[in-house]
């Protein structure tokens, strides 16, 4: 979660008054999604029925196989001491994004640049003096199989603050390992790519395309997010909808009696059927409290502007932003993996795919209003 965001509000919110690769002609030639209002108690049911008619043994088999214990060994990789708190532009994160790469080549996923190349590589100059070198988003991507011109994205951030100089005397280091900012929401993308993949391989890949977007300088100021909305490698008239997970391992002091929660910001911002479909999903399947304390456009803590989302709400993408709230912990070296609760992080991985899985088998795209 980026801190930098609040400081920078005010002029992010001025702004916003499988070998096979979709070629060019494809991309170009997709229509405009329809505009539509879902409003009457009669179309949210309609939606509702329409998840229950879609329902089989896949949807359940597949989110199951989103575990704690496969979580856990990305989250302790991760936050290792060689990951060095994955600074953008610095050796730790340059190790991040080839464990990234790594694993989508092993679970045979398909890079989204060209064959075989998954980072999107942003130049230094671009993240004007807050990088010390060049970064990198890592793009993986699953094409549709009946409607590949169409795109879900699924993104997180995996960047943290890197390593920071303690005590002068001792010389001492303290590394910024960010377990949950943003560990969580890296390691839940990967268990969900590896979910959807194991349905490709076995014939049943989603009917629309899928982009597992894993963005480096959110700690900067937005920068992967940025630059990928400014160089989309799918266009971005094409994108259905942003689903980013950021946060999403711990509980915060709202919901110590109640663990079974995430926040979810921005669902009917743009689509009010994207916010339908997702309740109906939820209340199907994970059984989560959906808390939009932080929807509220009056809440003073602005996390609508603040995280990777926000770039594809300025150009129009419905979103949802899943997350865990701010705790004790937030952008501290005590951010540590043994602090994750690895249950209620499965599970809101799981809803992410879910919903994601919803979005990219419907008949019909998720209309903006």
């Not at 937030?330 to 599970?347: C, S």
Request: hydrophobic share 30%; aromatic share 10%; charged share 30%.
């Amino acid at each position: 979660m980026n801190r930098t965001g609040l400081i920078i509000l005010l002029v992010l919110a001025t702004s916003c008054s499988s070998k096979k690769i979709v070629s060019q002609t494809t991309k170009d030639s997709v229509k405009k999604a329809p505009i539509a209002t879902v409003k009457t108690p009669q179309e949210k049911a309609k939606i509702a029925r329409e998840i229950i008619l879609q329902d089989n043994k896949s949807i359940y088999y597949y989110s199951s196989t989103i575990t704690s214990e496969d979580l856990k060994k990305h989250l302790l990789k991760l936050t290792s001491k060689e990951f060095e708190g994955r600074k953008t532009g610095e050796k730790g994160q340059k190790i991040a994004a080839k464990y990234l790469a790594d694993y989508y080549k092993s679970i045979e996923l398909e890079a989204a640049i060209s064959e075989g190349k998954y980072f999107q590589t942003i130049p230094k100059e671009y993240f004007k003096g807050k990088s010390k070198d060049t970064s990198e988003n890592v793009l993986a991507f699953i094409y549709g199989t009946e409607k590949p011109e169409e795109v879900v994205v699924i993104s997180a951030h995996y960047d943290h603050l890197g390593v920071k100089k303690g005590n002068l005397e001792t010389k001492s280091e303290e590394i910024f390992n960010g377990a949950d900012d943003n560990g969580s929401g890296t390691s839940a993308l990967l268990e969900i790519a590896e979910a959807f993949q194991k349905a490709v391989i076995e014939g049943e890949g989603p009917k629309r395309s899928v982009l597992f977007l894993n963005l480096t300088g959110e700690e900067e100021g937005l920068y992967g997010s940025k630059y990928y909305t400014s160089h989309p490698v799918f266009p971005l008239k094409n994108t259905v909808v942003n689903l980013n997970i950021d946060m999403i391992g711990r509980v915060d002091k709202r919901h110590e009696d109640n663990p079974n929660f995430v926040y979810l910001i921005g669902s009917d911002k743009l689509s009010q059927e994207l916010h339908f479909i997702s309740e109906a999903i939820n209340k199907k399947y994970t059984q989560l409290e959906l808390d939009y304390k932080y929807n509220d456009t009056k809440d003073p803590n602005r996390y609508y502007y603040r995280s990777d989302h926000y770039n594809f709400a300025k150009n129009g993408i419905p979103i949802i932003f899943y997350f865990n709230g701010i705790h004790k912990d937030y952008h501290k070296e005590t951010d540590t993996e043994d602090k994750i609760n690895y249950e209620i992080l499965t599970k809101r991985a799981q809803l992410v795919f879910l919903t994601a899985w919803e979005i990219a088998n419907r008949e019909e795209r998720v209309k903006i209003d």
